[in-house]
């Protein structure tokens, strides 16, 4: 069975302090995996899609790193805007279903 | 250019009301998924569509879950009888099909409570 899942569950940083996600799955032939942000309130927002292990995608203070059954999302020197619910998705060959984590809950403080 | 466009933003209701859930997608996206999302469970897929059809529905939790899309442009997700239970957040999304990995982007959600 397809499966997510996200570590930790919350993570509290100050400003600046440089921290790393985790996203362990297991899939039948990986299609895709998604990086969301998700703000209180909000739908969930995309960040990056990486395909193949050895990728990496970069957007600002983010990195994402893929591996062959895990994935890391690295915040460089966080801000407090980067507070919010990060989620990962997989999308297995042959299908479009997404399958979600549970997401990690991070919160940067000033 | 427009996202996806859900509606109601915010749903009130009583037990054993039916509840309807709207969501345009975004124009040309050929799939259309519905989402429900919890505390304690995330987001769980419930539906999706390609190009209008039903393609898996075993996310759908039981029979008083039905979702429909009429047309490209439109689709609806309805719980009858609603109860306590079903009380969460809904999210539609959509995403354009074919070639590898196919980023699906999100609607703002229709929260719905029910008393």
């Known amino acids: 069975e397809d499966q997510v899942t996200q570590s930790p569950e919350a993570l509290r940083l100050q400003e600046g302090e440089s921290s790393s996600l985790n996203c362990s799955y297991t899939?039948?032939?990986?299609?895709?995996l998604f990086w969301y942000r998700q703000d209180p309130g909000k739908g969930p927002e995309f960040l990056f899609t990486?395909?193949?292990a050895g990728e990496e995608k970069e957007k600002e203070r983010l990195k994402a790193t893929l591996t062959k059954k895990e994935s890391f999302l690295h915040i460089t020197a966080p801000k407090p805007e980067d507070s919010a619910t990060y989620l990962c998705?997989?999308?297995?060959?042959?299908?479009?279903?997404?399958?979600f984590g549970t997401g990690t809950r991070l919160k940067v403080l000033a | 250019d427009a996202g996806v466009i859900q509606s109601p933003r915010h749903e009130v209701t009583e037990m054993g009301q039916e509840v309807t859930l709207r969501c345009k997608p975004i124009?040309?996206?050929?799939?259309l998924f519905w989402y429900r999302q919890t505390m304690m469970r995330g987001l769980e897929l419930l539906i999706y569509?390609?190009?209008?059809?039903?393609?898996?529905d075993s996310g759908m939790p039981e029979d008083r879950f039905s979702a429909k899309m009429p047309n490209a442009s439109f689709s609806t997700l309805k719980i009858q009888p609603s109860e306590p239970r079903d009380s969460a957040v809904y999210f539609c999304?959509?995403?354009?099909?074919?070639?590898?990995?196919?980023?699906?982007?999100f609607g703002e959600g229709s929260w719905l409570t029910v008393v």
């Open positions: 999304a959509s995403s354009l099909g074919g070639g590898t990995g196919n980023t699906i982007y």
């Open positions: 899939v039948s032939g990986l299609r895709g």
């Open positions: 990486l395909y193949s």
């Open positions: 998705a997989v999308q297995a060959k042959g299908t479009y279903k997404y399958i």
């Open positions: 124009s040309g996206h050929d799939y």
């Open positions: 569509f390609n190009n209008n059809v039903p393609i898996d």
